[in-house]
């Protein structure tokens, strides 16, 4: 059977989220950036490390767990459930920990408070019912795509709500404590298979041998995409950072979101090639193909006319950010061809490659932040971004070419 179909399905309608949710996206950026300082976008991105930080060390692999494996999700449900409460509970103290010591690294008091609100999103997400997998798992793209649709669409209508009344980064973090218990509710409300409080060793055992390459990716993922932000906060300080986290989104958001459409689609249907190389190498360069071509079309606006995008979006206050944006989005691109060999060696489990590439990236990224960002504040870090992920670029080529050759 042929899955052409589905993967093209499965990207249309990820495809249309993308278009949907990079509207629902602008929009919020929109209204919050006017009523919002630099500052508290730069201090959100540190609350958003510290969430980042905990929830990628502690991964337990249990999505990909059941979205690889042959057998029904029903066969993981409870333990999968117990484990996700456990982690979520795990990840809040962790937080709360972090934020005394990232209060005082950064010199910013409230972030100890601040952290420790956040520190209850985890806690909540954790009594997500696992069955929402099944959505992915099964190749129902248009149900998923409507789920994830609705998810975002709170936390957007809440963030607006929330920040026209306190005008503070508070309000960020309580449309994420929103969402939360939004997607918990809808989550039991949604799907007939109910999870109960029961953990079964043997099919715990299942999930956590999965979780070793796993949890080293999760980790090194996480520190390729924000080491920047917990560099910079400390270098260019917190005003800055908000620029720069701006600079970032709108650059990464015309592309890399688009690119993570075709990556969801395609990772179910590569796992269920995984075994059959010919067809794997086929829909791969199929894939890649459609990713260059897709991403360099939509990020030409940015390239074209960056200061009219970034008044129109982020408003006057943000126009700092217009002379370096042409380096995020060429980041942005590299970022979208990146994760779609990804892709290929998590359908093969060869995680060894992948971490490789990850720790490759992520020091090389350190390196440079560290030297020109000090010295040239946000282009030098744009700068580090787009280096970064350059020069590690043939190795994922290099890996990708010897699985095929296998």
Known sequence: MGYTKN????????????????????????VIARILSPQDFGLFSLIAIALGLAESTTQTG??????????????????????????????GIIMVLMGFGMSNYYDE???????SIAALIPIIKGFINPSIISLHKNLEFLKDSTYRLSLLAVEALFAILFATIFKDVIALIFSM????????????????????????????????????????????????????????GKIIGTHNLGLYHNAYSLGHKANYEFAKSINHSTLPIFSKITDDSARLQKAFLKSITATILIVTAISLPLFIA????????????????????YLFVIAGILQSITIIFYTVFYAKKRYTALNIHLILTVLTLFVLIQILS?????????????????????????????????
Request: aromatic residues 10%; without cysteine.
């Open 306 to 325: 960056p200061e009219f995008i970034v008044n129109l979006i982020l408003g006057q206050k943000w126009l700092l950010i217009v002379p370096n944006l």
């Open 109 to 115: 008091p409230r972030l100890r408070i601040l952290i």
């Open 374 to 406: 000090k010295h040239s504040g946000i282009t030098g870090a744009g700068q580090a971004l787009v280096i970064s992920r350059a020069i590690t670029l043939p190795l994922l080529i290099y890996e990708t070419i010897k699985i095929f050759k296998k």
């Open 7 to 30: 993967t093209v399905s499965g990207f249309s309608w990820q495809t249309i989220l993308k278009i949907l949710t990079t509207a629902i996206t602008l929009g919020k950026i929109m």
């Open 177 to 232: 404590l929103a969402a939360g218990l939004f997607e918990v509710l809808i989550s039991f409300l949604l799907f007939k298979d109910k999870p109960r409080f029961e953990f079964i060793p043997s099919r715990a055992k299942v999930i956590f041998s999965n979780t070793k390459g796993l949890s080293i990716s999760a980790a090194l993922s996480y520190l390729n995409e924000n080491i920047d932000d917990f560099l910079l």
């Open 62 to 91: 249990v999505n990909i767990t059941i979205l690889q494996s042959k057998r029904s999700i029903g066969y993981f449900i409870d333990t999968a459930w117990v484990i996700a409460i456990t982690r979520g509970l795990i990840i």
